[in-house]
């Protein structure tokens, strides 16, 4: 299975990935857990350029170093997991960059799409799990961390809300999973868990 997790940043995919990783293990699951930007090491690199880079990076550029972060990403790490039969689980994937620097930017959303795709040689999730909240809550919620924000983490709050509004559009797609993340963690992880075993079962009948 590969799975994704998205949303705005502060909605909790951190610790729901840290509770699903927990659970498949524990039923025998051979887990390859990873991010992006940053799931490799040439990733590490561009992830530092991204996020820690002091200066302004054009929005066009920023696409493209989100999308060479992934095409590396999907051809040394997460096809070569899947091909051995492991689990995937991947914090965030390529709906990130068609909400950030797509909608967000104010980018053509579907360039981004389609750039995105070609990078990851159009590999789909078999699920990717959307944590929703408005984009106010979630900024309260990461300043509450009490942890530096990154280059993206300082922009506006209605910067996050055009983030947002795509990633419910994007959740029309059968592959997603949308939970209110003003739920209790594990409200949000029993849905999880359900929909992983649908999927589980589905795949091995």
């Not at 590999?123 to 961390?145: E, G, H, S, Y």
């Amino acid at each position: 299975m590969f799975i994704t997790f998205e949303g705005i940043d502060g909605v909790g995919k951190s610790t729901q990935l840290d509770l699903l990783e927990t659970w498949l293990k524990d039923l025998g699951h051979d887990v390859v857990r990873t991010l992006e930007p940053g799931g490799t090491e040439l990733g590490k690199e561009i992830r530092h350029l991204l996020l820690h880079r002091k200066g302004d990076v054009s929005p066009r550029a920023e696409a493209l170093l989100y999308a060479a972060d992934r095409a590396h990403h999907v051809a040394t790490k997460i096809k070569p997991s899947l091909t051995q039969g492991k689990t995937v689980l991947s914090d965030r994937y390529f709906d990130s960059s068609v909400a950030y620097q797509g909608a967000a930017r104010d980018l053509e959303v579907d360039e981004v799409k389609n750039i995105s795709l070609w990078a990851v040689d159009h590999l789909m999730p078999d699920l990717t799990i959307l944590l929703d909240l408005p984009a106010d809550q979630a900024i309260l919620r990461r300043n509450k961390k009490g942890t530096e924000p990154d280059r993206l983490e300082r922009e506006e709050v209605a910067f996050f809300e055009r983030a947002r509004d795509e990633y419910l559009r994007r959740a029309e797609e059968p592959r997603f999973l949308v939970i209110d993340a003003k739920l209790a963690v594990h409200e949000i992880q029993a849905l999880i868990r359900t929909r992983v075993s649908q999927l589980s079962a589905a795949g091995s009948s």
